[in-house]
């Protein structure tokens, strides 16, 4: 997989002029911004200000209405559903408040999920699922369905599932906000290490200053416009 | 890439919804099977009385009776059927063979039998109760003077093979008992002599010539093989050909017999069945999209973390595959447990008056004669095929259908639409 990733570029994610209407309300109107190649950004504002569309437009998960948006140096308004979800399973993870895991799947079966359709080794990719779930912490939860996990290890599972395929960009949508402010620190150590240590741009959307902090650098967003 | 541990995880971690899926495969299975091999043994049943003396269509014609019932006799439901009439009845098209026969009743002083005339070698007819001779022997073609007796009449006569029985005043002596009862009730008779005989007693009978002119080589009862698709264009033929007295059966006047009300349960069974089956239908087909609908968060999952449209429908089609052949199998099983029980259900299928004609006059001459028939179930290939593919192509369109639809909308338009 790693063979397929462009040659990484200074510059992360660019968007242009991005607008986003629904019918007559608009989310998201005439958006600009770059984050750079590792840069730890965050995405503030009061809730119903846009900013959860906003990461979905820039994570390729919707189309923007006007604009332009590129992740890696690659445009992506233009390419089919298909071609976003190639773009995510090789560059990009995403963190969702809600964890998003399948009931079904045990914690490491969870994390190895992104890489079902890929065609690899089954060992290799047990291997790349139990390293991640070491690392954060839940080796010893590997077989655990996440209905026998608590709130934190559910996002902790969630943040692996979103690092297994090794990706450039990290998109967290709320990671702490389902989650007691011990955990919600965890995670969000967790976070930052890998942005630090691992060089992943991070790009989380929240309304915790305290997480701002944190962050290189913050962007605003009310009534769907960003101000830095 | 269809993921195995993936596609287990659901049958088995989702076990309601599995159960519900599996189930209503194999409830859908079930009817269909049963539905098909009930239709498939009512028609065999029809077919029985006539297919016991292995024919499928009978000829017979109405005609008077004598004034004084003295001597051979021919019963007014079966009058003299020519032997050209006969050939022209051989000629038609579809026509396998012919077997004739003539059956009379011979009145003496102080008794009555009834006698039928056969050929030993027919394909059909009379001639078939060879696979029932009790005791003795069968007639056979070389044979002169000599009768086969129903085995109860006989008992009740006194009669044992080797002694002489006296037919339109004739002598013939006892070669075999039989049971007619096991194999027809068209054409039984007390006692059977070959055809020639049989013919030379009605022709110079006093009480036939009042009232018939009966030929050497005429029959009063016809047994016809002919192909099955074509019976009852067949019937309708010789009816047309031998004018309004003639009365020719198939397997459908014993579906006529059976009464208005029968049809008409039968019918409304047939309609309750379609739309059991239907529903069911539906309900696969809503369930499936349903399978769809509540997996939409999933689904939304799926796309986040890169799974292609491809990747998710084979996913979900495998699955809801899994479902259908799990469900297909125990609505097999289930349909074949349901069909052997059904199989020891008999039906009595009313036997006319005119085909085994008997004496009103005489103690139970006007009683209604049944053949029982147990319902035999015969599953085919075609059966197979059919149940497995209905809901297998309902199904698995249903979920491609669905998981297209929902695998073309927006990652986040189909968390909204969750």
């Excluded at chain 1, 065609?119 to 790349?128: P, S, V």
């Excluded at chain 2, 022209?88 to 102080?110: E, H």
């Excluded at chain 2, 199989?343 to 001459?365: E, R, Y």
């Amino acid at each position: 997989m790693n063979k397929n990733k462009k040659i990484l570029t200074k510059q992360s994610i660019t968007v242009q002029n991005v607008s986003k209407h629904f019918d007559t309300v608009s989310p998201v109107k005439n958006v600009s911004f770059t984050v750079e190649q590792g840069e730890f950004i965050t995405l503030l504002g009061p809730s119903g200000s846009g900013k959860s569309t906003l990461l979905g437009l820039v994570a390729g998960l919707e189309k923007p209405s006007e604009g332009s948006i590129s992740l890696q140096s690659q445009e992506i308004t233009g390419l089919s559903e298909d071609n976003l979800a190639l773009l995510r399973r090789n560059s990009v993870g995403f963190v969702f408040q809600a964890f998003h895991l399948i009931p079904t799947l045990t914690a490491l079966e969870n994390v190895s999920f992104p890489l079902y359709p890929v065609k690899m080794d089954i060992k290799e990719r047990q291997q790349r699922a139990a390293t991640l779930l070491g690392k954060i912490g839940l080796a010893d939860r590997a077989d655990h369905l996440p209905t026998h996990l608590s709130g934190g290890e559910r996002q902790r599972v969630a943040i692996a599932r979103a690092l297994v395929n090794e990706p450039q960009i990290l998109f967290c949508d709320e990671p702490t906000g389902n989650l007691d402010s011990k955990t919600g620190k965890e995670i969000l150590d967790l976070l930052t290490s890998l942005n630090r240590e691992q060089g992943v741009t991070l790009f989380i959307v929240t309304h915790d200053q305290e997480i701002a902090k944190l962050s290189n650098r913050s962007l605003f967003m009310q009534d769907g416009e960003v101000t830095q | 890439m269809i993921n195995t541990k993936y596609l287990i995880n659901e049958l088995t971690g989702r076990g309601r919804r599995s159960a519900i899926n599996i189930g209503l495969v194999a409830f859908v299975t079930c009817v269909l099977v049963c539905i098909t091999l009930l239709t498939g043994a009512l028609e065999r049943a029809f077919h029985a009385p006539l297919s016991d003396i292995g024919a499928n269509i009978t000829v017979q014609k109405a005609g008077d009776v004598p004034e004084q019932m003295a001597g051979p006799v021919l019963p007014c439901s079966v009058a003299p059927i020519s032997a050209e009439q006969s050939v022209v009845i051989a000629s038609l098209p579809g026509i396998q063979s012919i077997s004739r026969a003539v059956l009379f009743w011979d009145f003496s002083d102080d008794a009555f039998q009834i006698v039928v005339g056969m050929q030993a070698n027919d394909p059909a007819g009379p001639a078939l109760l060879r696979t029932a001779i009790t005791a003795g022997r069968m007639l056979s073609p070389e044979d002169t003077s000599m009768a086969l007796a129903e085995t109860v009449w006989a008992q009740q006569a006194k009669l044992h093979i080797g002694e002489q029985v006296q037919i339109g005043g004739f002598p013939f002596t006892i070669v075999g008992l039989v049971d007619a009862s096991q194999i027809s009730r068209i054409g039984t008779a007390n006692l059977y002599i070959p055809l020639a005989q049989a013919q030379k007693i009605v022709a110079a009978a006093p009480g036939v010539a009042e009232v018939h002119f009966f030929g050497a080589e005429d029959s009063n009862l016809l047994f016809i093989k002919a192909d099955r698709d074509k019976t009852e264009e067949i019937a309708a033929t010789i009816k047309a050909l031998l004018g309004e007295k003639i009365s020719v059966s198939t397997p459908n006047s014993f579906k006529k017999l059976l009464g208005s009300l029968f049809t008409l349960t039968q019918r409304f069974s047939g309609i309750i069945s379609g739309m059991v089956f239907l529903l069911a239908l539906l309900l696969i087909v809503r369930n499936s999209a349903a399978a769809i609908r509540e997996r939409t968060k999933e689904i939304g999952t799926m796309k986040a973390v890169g799974w292609t449209g491809a990747d998710i429908r084979g996913q979900l089609l495998a699955e809801n595959f899994l479902y259908i052949v799990l469900g297909t199998v125990l609505g097999l099983i289930l349909g074949g447990i349901a069909a052997w029980g059904l199989s020891h259900i008999t039906i009595a299928i009313p036997i006319p008056w005119d085909m085994a004609p008997k004496p009103h006059f005489l103690p139970g001459g006007e009683e209604q004669l049944f053949r029982q028939v147990r319902l035999q179930m015969e599953p085919g290939l075609q059966l197979l095929i059919l149940t497995c593919m209905a809901p297998l192509l309902l199904g698995l369109t249903t979920v491609w259908t669905a998981s297209r639809a929902i695998t073309k909308l927006q990652t986040s338009e189909v968390f909204r639409y969750e």
